[in-house]
């Protein structure tokens, strides 16, 4: 692709121009600086966990942190990629476009909550300006009481 500002881009393509493409080809899909943080404070707190897996096999998606004993999935959302009612802000530039896109990743979004939720998983999502430590604190508490139940089931049977 030519670094010239006078590139056209090809028909039906995505990038309204060159620099506009190579601005969100740059954008991070996974290991962004706000789940970075939350997941240094979980590992912090003594927690471990999986990155960017797949909570279900036959999911083709994943969570961001992935707790697989205690069947936790957490999500830390973009505010613009996933909507966010405080701070998304529909694009000047090719609205259309960005804007079907956004509320194509919302509905995606709520059918993996719904599909892992019915498997029994607990979904946690953020956004991602939303405080590091807090997300930490009510991920510990989801993980630690399911941890709880779990051994509590598994004395039960006495294993």
């Known amino acids: 692709m030519p670094d010239t500002e006078d590139w056209v881009p090809p028909e039906g393509s995505w990038a309204s121009s060159a620099a506009r493409r190579r601005n969100m080809q740059a954008i991070r899909s996974r290991d962004t600086q706000p789940e970075q943080a939350l997941r240094r404070l979980l590992h912090?707190?003594?927690l471990r966990y999986r990155v960017a897996a797949k909570p279900l096999p036959e999911l083709r998606r994943t969570a961001d942190v992935v707790f697989r004993p205690t069947k936790v999935a957490v999500f830390v959302?973009?505010?613009y990629w996933h909507g966010c009612p405080e701070h998304y802000v529909s694009p000047k530039t090719n609205p259309g476009y960005w804007s079907g896109k956004v509320a194509g990743n919302i509905a995606r979004d709520?059918?993996?909550d719904q599909r892992l939720t019915a498997a029994g998983w607990t979904?946690?999502?953020f956004w991602e300006h939303e405080s590091p430590e807090e997300c930490a604190?009510?991920?510990l508490r989801v993980?630690?009481?399911r941890r709880d139940a779990l051994l509590l089931r598994k004395a039960g049977r006495g294993e």
């Open 143 to 145: 993980v630690l009481k």
């Open 110 to 112: 709520r059918d993996t």
């Open 137 to 139: 604190s009510a991920v």
């Open 77 to 79: 959302d973009g505010c």
């Open 123 to 125: 979904v946690l999502r």
């Open 44 to 46: 912090a707190k003594g």
